[in-house]
């Protein structure tokens, strides 16, 4: 079976639907559940120092201890998304949400509060593979980066929303309950997202590789694809589906280019340092003199600041495209980042603190932080995408428990050493992506197969 020639901007006469938008959201919902997850332990680390008498290597182990359960769930992901569907694995991963949230909120000692914590982290690395896997599969190409995006927005919304629950809950005066209160609050999120998952169809490209054609068909006419026929002998096409060939091995020479990429991009969006400094950002600030109730107040500011840029990136990621935000980001965070080293490193300046941070997520969220998740979704063929998906994210996540566990004897041996690091590796990123970084925007999924030798 072959199709006629299309232009490389597929269903850019497509409007969006209802139908297509309600399916979005679902599917990016598990990204809130994964930024409240990530960020909300940021207002716990100091009561639970002082409960279990953490160490900074312990209080390292606590915070990375979901982080090591996102390695394993990003790598596992990619078998029951490909076995069972992107619809029934998300589902899933709102099952592991809520059992961690309620675990962690009735934990009866560290070891079960990092055993609860890991479980989290299992749901967290899944769906950052399925999530944005599944609305890649089922947006055109001309909304694709804007629908993708709403994974990465509601990660923001998630963090902003646990900086803000944390400043809400430390004011309600619950004494040594309060962490518990901190943790748990995620176990509501978690029951309406997987009522909500309930409600949407399955990946088209999914149930074509399973050759369900006829249902693909109906999902697609339903989601507004204009030539929907058409649409589906290209899809059936990419994947050799009239061969008989639904999967094959990720690691082959064809796919070097998408490899190389998704593992970079995946290493460049920790070695910025991010996720490190949103889960010790309370830390930081009362190292630089703040209070409690001020830092946790000071966490909702960048957590805001996070989700007004991404708001903008989002508006534009897919007329200025990747490659140029993630160039823009590179060189705003390496500034900001040597600005923090620098007040550290020389005791002086604590004032601007807060605002070379806001600044650091501003272009962080502009660029990275809107980018990875749609780029990761668009460079790997569907027979493929799982398993590209998954190692892109494993890197992701690899990268930060590693970081973020040891940020804390880093910043004990000298407070802005982690600043600086983070700051070259920014600009190690910014020529990286100058000279080896394709452009995705406005690209079907099967021609950007084909211009990456992929096919």
């Known amino acids: 079976m072959s199709s006629s020639p299309r232009p490389p901007i597929a269903g850019s006469s497509m409007k969006l639907n209802g139908y297509l938008i309600k399916s979005a ?74 059992v961690s949230g309620l675990g962690c ?47 990465q927005f509601n990660i923001v919304s998630g963090i902003l929303l646990a900086y803000l629950s944390n400043y809400l809950v430390g004011l309600a005066g619950l004494g040594a309950a309060e962490w518990r209160w901190k943790l748990g609050v995620s176990a509501a999120p978690a029951l309406l997202f997987g009522l909500m998952v ?15 054609v006829e249902k693909a068909k109906e999902i697609l006419r ?41 593992i970079s991009i995946g290493m460049f969006n920790q070695l910025a340092g991010v996720n490190a400094i949103l889960y010790y950002l309370n830390d930081i ?57 620098a007040v550290f490193l020389s005791g002086q300046g604590q004032y601007l603190l807060l605002w070379l941070l806001v600044a650091f997520i501003g272009f962080f969220s502009f660029s990275q932080g809107a980018v990875i998740w749609v780029y990761l979704s668009e460079v790997f063929p569907t027979r493929v995408r799982a398993k590209g998906q998954s190692l892109g994210s494993f890197t992701h996540w690899f990268m930060n428990a590693i970081i973020s566990g040891t940020f804390p004897m880093m910043a004990a041996a000298s407070a802005g050493a982690p600043f600086a690091f983070f700051a070259a590796m920014t600009v190690l990123q910014f020529f990286v992506v100058l000279f080896f970084y394709p452009e995705t925007k406005g690209i079907s999924l099967e021609q950007m197969q084909k211009e990456l030798g992929a096919s």
């Open 105 to 151: 909120a009735f934990a009866w000692s560290w070891a079960s509060l990092v055993m609860f914590r890991v479980i989290g982290g299992l749901g967290i690395g899944g769906s950052s593979v399925v999530g944005p896997m599944y609305i890649a599969e089922i947006a055109p190409a001309r909304w694709r980066g804007r629908l993708v995006a709403l994974f």
């Open 285 to 341: 600030f009362q190292f630089a003199g703040f209070s409690k109730i001020s830092s946790d107040r000071q966490a909702v500011a960048i957590g805001a600041t996070n989700f007004l840029f991404l708001l903008v990136a989002m508006s534009v990621i897919d007329r200025l495209g990747r490659r140029k935000l993630l160039l823009i980001g590179a060189a705003g965070t390496a500034a900001c980042l040597a600005g923090v080293a």
């Open 198 to 212: 309930l409600t949407i169809p399955e990946s088209p490209r999914w149930l074509i590789k399973m050759r369900r």
């Open 25 to 98: 959201i679902t599917a990016a919902l598990g990204g809130l559940l994964f930024g409240f997850d990530t960020a909300v332990i940021a207002g716990a680390t100091h009561a639970l120092t002082d409960v279990y008498q953490l160490t900074p290597a312990l209080l390292g182990i606590t915070v990375a201890s979901a982080l090591w359960g996102t390695v394993l769930g990003s790598i596992v992901a990619s078998t029951p998304a490909d076995r069972y569907g992107r619809r029934l694995s998300l589902m899933g991963m709102a099952g592991l949400y809520l």
């Open 222 to 262: 339903e989601t507004g694809e204009p030539d929907y026929e058409n649409e589906t002998r290209d899809i059936i096409e990419s994947i050799d589906a009239e061969h008989g060939r639904t999967a094959e091995p990720l690691f082959q020479r064809k796919y070097r280019k998408p490899i190389l990429l998704a």
